[in-house]
């Protein structure tokens, strides 16, 4: 039926622009016959076209692959020229089969991201807004705190930890209908009754719930599970599970299509790569990070500062992570060639949030002397992994359609993850559960290289902030080319406070333009309230207890504390032992929480 419709629009359209032409040359009396003009056009274009325009769920390749990395910004790969320093040439040679898309996004933190593509519902639907599915406690409705801290105006969202286990989720849609399915590398989405063995999948490794690697990138890595052998000294947990993956392809039935979700620890804290990767990478930066082995630089590093933009890509520990994940890509790209499937198989790439700024490493530069630099730059876009803003919320995407998507091909249309379940079960020609209410839109008509508008789309992060360019509770919505974000209860008495962005002009979101469009805030805030209205969204709630007094609106934006640091890092600056002189904020001492702090949730 898609075929069908795109024939039909694409005929309907060329019959117009025909016909206008062929009025204004031709002499006025002819105008008087252009509705039987139109009607002939119309069915002469239409007739031929549906009938040679391939059916694209008849001739859908049977099997998929979704490739899912964790915290790979925007500008983390060489897929839009945004590095000079990152070497991604399998996810490239992955986009030569298929198209890239330059407006794909996802929530700003893991966990929701996970949970909308298996729904197909956005975050703030399905209520999981944090990163807290590792925890023990089990909560499936999201609750609006009911008070808050005194220096901030709104309360914040708890978010759900777990998903319904009544949820059709993509996993389950698939295995019934005759999908051999597996799940390798992280899952966060909760443990036992919730892992990937209750939630559609056959198999299962190395079977973890925690946010990253269990304990580091490589071996030992401490694994339970009696299925997941342990690696030897010094082996990468990407290269294990790539090597994993292949292994079960190359022995799975060969009498059922399969569903390989292939989402990585990579590059996601606790930080670390192979020593011979760090090693190239640190000869590529050579002399570039010189200056930044003095003190004052350290210093300002290590303590809250206003979040600067524009900063270069710096830590050869990141680059080496970044080229262990490609090499997953390519791993898994070989075997389907060796298999003789690739032109039977669907590959989906895509980073569930953008890169992570507020993490710090101590580096080693060529000479010898040490510094500090934060984990990776979105440059040009603002903000990072938590943020409501770009840098949290624009990922890379490709996606190989064989027969469908023309190779190397790009595309400017919108897509969400959320909008992964519907085009997913399209492409596959797997029905839609009925009673299930999906968010994301089907995007094949991109897929087939034709305009469309994916319509408002929308981000929901009800929580305070703790990372560079932070905001307080907010949801945000895109249309067009425009960027709304409603920031709850932060303006006078109580009203909400806007940012408005054209970011076609301003992909950096350096201008606010809410005074200069009133209408256009008015417009697209309506749209932000028609969402909230219909999806039942939990929204903060007014601080009863804000105390104007404890109000310091420069520091919204800051990150405490100065860039987040390893637990084993050990400042080389004297200790300050002075009650008002400015201490470092503490480390993050559990290894699986590195890299995150999950907001509105305790952890154990």
């Known amino acids: 039926d898609f075929a069908i419709d795109f024939a039909i629009d694409f005929a309907i359209d060329f019959a117009i622009d025909f016909a206008i032409d062929f009025a204004i040359h031709l002499h006025s009396s002819y105008v008087i016959n252009m509705k039987t003009l139109l009607i002939l056009l119309i069915f002469v274009c239409v007739v031929p076209n549906v009938s040679v325009v391939p059916n694209a769920c008849a001739d859908s390749p049977q099997n998929i692959v979704l490739i899912l990395a964790d915290d790979l910004g925007w500008a983390d790969t ?35 991201t996970r949970a909308s593509i298996l729904t197909g519902q956005n975050p703030a639907r399905h209520g999981m807004t944090a990163p807290a599915a590792h925890l023990e406690v089990e909560r499936f409705a999201a609750v609006a705190s009911p008070t808050g801290p005194p220096h901030q105006k709104s309360t914040n969202v708890r978010s759900t930890t777990r998903l319904s286990p009544e949820l059709p989720l993509l996993s389950r849609l698939l295995k019934n209908a005759g999908y051999t399915t597996a799940h390798f590398g992280k899952w966060h989405l909760g443990r036992e009754p919730h892992s990937p063995l209750e939630c559609g999948f056959d198999v299962d490794l190395p079977h973890w719930w925690g946010p990253g690697p269990k304990s580091s990138y490589l071996a030992p890595w401490g694994y339970t599970n009696p299925n997941f052998k342990e690696g030897e000294p010094g082996e990468h947990i990407e290269d294990r599970m790539a090597k994993e993956a292949v292994a079960w392809l190359k022995n799975r039935d060969r009498s059922k299509p399969f569903f390989m979700n292939y989402w990585q620890f990579s590059v996601h804290a606790p930080f670390g790569a192979k020593p011979e990767l760090i090693e190239y990478y640190r000869k590529k930066l050579g002399n570039s990070v010189a200056d930044l082995s003095k003190p004052e630089v350290r210093d300002q590093r290590l303590t809250s500062h206003p979040p600067a933009t524009g900063l270069p890509q710096q830590s050869p520990t990141y680059a080496a992570m970044v080229h262990s994940l490609d090499d997953a890509v390519g791993s898994l790209l070989n075997a389907l060639d060796e298999e003789g499937i690739a032109d039977e198989t669907i590959i989906i790439f895509y980073s569930d949030n953008g890169g992570n700024i507020h993490c710090g490493l101590e580096e080693t530069d060529v000479s010898g002397a040490k510094y500090i630099t934060a984990i990776t730059s979105n440059h040009p876009l603002r903000g990072g992994k938590g943020g409501i803003h770009e840098g949290g919320v624009r990922v890379p995407a490709v ?35 009925q009673d299930h209410i999906i968010d994301g839109v089907d995007f094949g008509r991109a897929l087939h290289g034709a305009p469309m508008d994916r319509g408002p789309m929308f981000t929901h992060v009800p929580g305070h902030g703790a990372t560079p360019h932070w905001l307080p509770p907010s ?75 404890q109000f310091d609106p420069s520091k919204i934006g800051l990150q405490p504390g100065g860039l987040k640091m390893p637990a084993s890092f050990k400042s080389s600056r004297p200790k300050l032992d002075k009650p008002d002189a400015k201490k470092h904020a503490s480390p993050v001492r559990n290894a699986a929480l590195l890299g995150w702090t999950a907001k509105n949730a305790s952890a154990t």
């Open 399 to 433: 996606v190989v359609w064989p027969g469908v998507t023309e190779p190397s091909s790009r595309s400017d249309v919108r897509i969400q993850s959320n909008d992964l379940y519907p085009t997913i079960l399209r492409m596959l020609d797997v029905k839609q559960p």
């Open 475 to 549: 949801t945000s919505v895109h249309q067009g080319d425009w960027k709304l974000i409603r920031t709850f209860h932060y303006g006078e008495n109580k009203n909400h406070q806007y940012r408005l962005y054209n970011l076609r002009e301003d992909i950096g979101e350096s201008k606010n333009l809410a005074a200069d469009h009133p209408n256009k805030v008015r417009e697209l805030d309506s749209l932000i309230e028609e969402y909230i209205s219909e999806a039942n969204v939990v929204i903060p709630l007014p601080n009863s207890k804000f105390d104007p007094n």
């Open 78 to 112: 060489t897929l839009y020229g945004k590095t000079s320093l990152y070497e991604t040439p399998n996810i490239q040679r992955l986009a030569a089969r298929g198209m890239t898309f330059s407006n794909a996004y996802a929530s700003p933190i893991c966990s929701p």
